[in-house]
């Protein structure tokens, strides 16, 4: 491996594809309605990314050795839930703490403001999201759970 190869497995943001190593993701969906989004690889274990799947943002988390998918958008104020930090299986939002269990998208924090989750699957060293499970609020606002005032 030469040192640009190195360089670009080192750095390579989570969740982003260099291209040169991805190759092509097939385009259409399987069998069973499911659409490749990216590499396996882009997700190491306690991780998570974010991918586009039908003009949607959907973030997929590897915890506790299962892969999930729910979307992306904070309930709260729509922050990227791909970008938070992962605990077991307990995402929390990066703007204001907000929690959500990456297993079903239920929110910790407001129970009535779940957000969506997606069927998802690997194969072929691929990740590969289906069909919605589970319907996000459309719901936003309320207090922050971070020690800050909404106001
Ligand atoms: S946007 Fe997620 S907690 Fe506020």
Redesign the pocket.
Known sequence: MGVRDFLKRRFLPEGRSSGADAGALPTEPDADGFRAVGRSTQIRPGRSGTFQVGGEAVALFRAEGGLYAIGNA?A????PLGEGSLSGCFVT?P????RFDVRTGACITDPSRAVASYAVKEADGILWVGKKLREGTEDRGGE??DGLSAR
Do not use: T
Not at 76 to 79: F, I, M, R
Not at 95 to 98: S, V
């Open positions: 904070c709260h104020e729509d922050g939002c703007y204001h703490d907000w922050h759970n």
